[in-house]
Structure formats: structure tokens, C-alpha cells
């Protein structure tokens, strides 16, 4: 596996795009190698990854409003942004294995059925009423 760049702490950086497949095989080895696995248990995985949400939502508590890009965010912010994400990430693929799920099919087919729930609005289809969005 190849990582051709580095981040600002020397780091290696993929350039190209990570499945989630691959995400799931260099963390099973991540645990693996370290006898970690024992404690993956489905209940275990999830408490981790509220907690994770928690240390991503204390990234933006007393902010305001935060404008789409991050204008005026330090790169440390982000970064630190970047690394709360990729937790968040880890522990939903971790859990997702664990229970034998294949996330990344999951969500296509949810993204499916979004759109049947929400079909697209057009001039002679304007009904609003099922967009979640719409407080009316
Ligand atoms: N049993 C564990 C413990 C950690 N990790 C991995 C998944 C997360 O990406 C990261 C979480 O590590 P920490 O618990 O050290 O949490 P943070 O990185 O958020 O550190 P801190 O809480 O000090 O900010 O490590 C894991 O796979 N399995």
C-alpha cells in the first residue's frame, strides 16, 4: 500500500480514494495485532462512538454558526476537525463489522430508499409536505 504524501506531521496521506472495505481490513488488523478485539463487542463499539460524537461536537460548541469551508479555522482546528470525523468513522465501521453488516451496501441502498421517499420536486409535483426540513 502506497502512500505517496505526507501530512503536516510527516504522516503518511493517501491521495486517492479510501474504501470503506479497506478501512474495515486495516483496522481488523489494528486490533487484531494488539489482542484488542475482545473488547469490540457490539455495545463496547457503540458507547465509543457516542463518545467520539461528543469529542467532534465539543469542536463546535460556542461557535456560532460555522460557514460551509471552515473560513477563518485554523489548520490545527481542522485537523483536529479531521481527526474527531475519522474517529466517528472507525468506531461506525468497527461496529458494523462487528455485527456483520456491510456498511457501505447499507448505505447506498438507504440513500435508495431516501429517494423514493423523497422524490424530486418538480412544477407538477410541488408537494413539500414529506421534506423533513419543512416545518409546516
Ligand atoms: N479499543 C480501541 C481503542 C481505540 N481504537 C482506535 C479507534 C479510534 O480511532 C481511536 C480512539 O482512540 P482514543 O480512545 O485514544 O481516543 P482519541 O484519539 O479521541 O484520544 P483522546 O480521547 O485522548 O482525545 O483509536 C480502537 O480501534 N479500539
Known sequence: MEYPNNDNNGLPRAT??????????????????R???QYHSPRN???ALVGEVGELSEIFQWKGEVGKGLPNWSSAEK???EEELSDVLLY???LADVCGLDLGQAA???????AI???VITPHNNDHSQNPTNSK
Open 92 to 94: 461506525l465501521v468497527l
Open 117 to 119: 421517499k423523497y422524490p
Open 16 to 33: 486517492r480514494d479510501v474504501s470503506l472495505h479497506e478501512l474495515s481490513t486495516r483496522l481488523a488488523e489494528f486490533s487484531q495485532v
Open 79 to 81: 485537523e483536529h476537525l
Open 45 to 47: 463499539l457503540l458507547l
Open 108 to 114: 447506498l441502498a438507504k440513500i435508495i430508499k431516501n
Open 35 to 37: 489482542g484488542w478485539d
